[in-house]
């Protein structure tokens, strides 16, 4: 099975060092976690100004964890929302997040059990 990601940007940043990498990994999962939430509620009360603000939020981290099976969507969810287009895509999009961003967390967190 392909990993959800690639680590060794970060590796690279940090010279190898673990309580770098630990501390990163937490960081991910906290933040990214906080921001969906605040993603969903955006998406409930139509606010696009901050369904951008939190698919901007989540986008660097998305693209350090090389997490190719999110990369396009949250591009597109970042696009869409800050662009006010494909509309129709954007529940799509966030739902495909939904599902998908919780399973990375979770991989994530075992790289530094």
């Known amino acids: 099975m392909e990993k959800l990601y690639d680590l060794s940007e970060i590796r690279e940043m940090s010279g190898n060092d673990e309580s770098f990498l630990k501390e990163m990994i937490e960081l991910f999962v906290t933040n990214n976690t906080q921001y969906l939430e605040e993603l969903n509620l955006?998406?409930?009360?139509?606010?696009?100004?901050?369904?951008?603000?939190?698919a901007h939020k989540i986008k660097p981290s998305i693209l350090v964890v090389h997490a190719n099976g999110l990369k396009q969507t949250i591009m597109d969810l970042n696009e869409y929302s800050g662009k006010q287009t494909n509309m129709d895509q954007i529940p799509v999009l966030i739902t495909k997040l939904n599902e998908e961003l919780p399973v990375l967390c979770a991989e994530l967190k075992k790289e530094i059990k």
Do not use: R
């Not at 998406?43 to 939190?54: A, G, H, M, N, Y």
């Open 42 to 54: 955006a998406l409930k009360s139509s606010d696009w100004k901050q369904v951008k603000f939190f």
